[in-house]
């Protein structure tokens, strides 16, 4: 059983960055791929990045390459997403997820464990 909980949103404007951190319960963090997703009001829930077992491997939605950069710290069981040039298409609820595959998985379907989401809102 893994426990996942995310910080770092909040209101910000256009251009500013945010960085989103979630903390992972459990000895077995390194044994996981780690992945965010979000999702806007009356949206289906969609990828954005993930990130292998041992962070050699990352994966991008096409809408966030180039501005957003997922890494982790398996000594601190937390995983990250540093958010740039932010853009009010970029509002939404970011959930962190953890997946036992050595792969980097983009479908939700692939992750087992999900956080309770954390609140990204970008105003023009």
């Known amino acids: 059983q893994v426990q996942l909980v995310e910080s770092g949103g909040g209101l910000v404007q256009a251009g500013d960055s945010l960085r989103l951190s979630c903390a992972a319960s459990?000895?077995?963090?390194?044994?996981?791929?780690m992945g965010w997703f979000r999702q806007a009001p009356g949206k289906e829930r969609e990828f954005v990045a993930a990130?292998?077992?041992?962070?050699?491997?990352?994966g991008y939605a096409h809408s966030v390459k180039g501005r957003f950069t997922i890494s982790r710290d398996n000594s601190k069981n937390t995983v990250y997403l540093r958010m740039n040039s932010l853009k009010p298409e970029d509002t939404a609820a970011y959930y962190c997820?953890?997946?036992?595959?050595?792969?980097?998985?983009?479908?939700?379907?692939?992750?087992?464990?999900w956080g309770q989401g954390t609140q990204v809102t970008v105003s023009s």
């Open positions: 990130i292998d077992l041992n962070g050699r491997n990352t």
């Open positions: 459990g000895r077995t963090f390194s044994s996981y791929t």
């Open positions: 997820a953890a997946g036992r595959t050595a792969v980097v998985a983009t479908t939700a379907g692939a992750y087992d464990y």
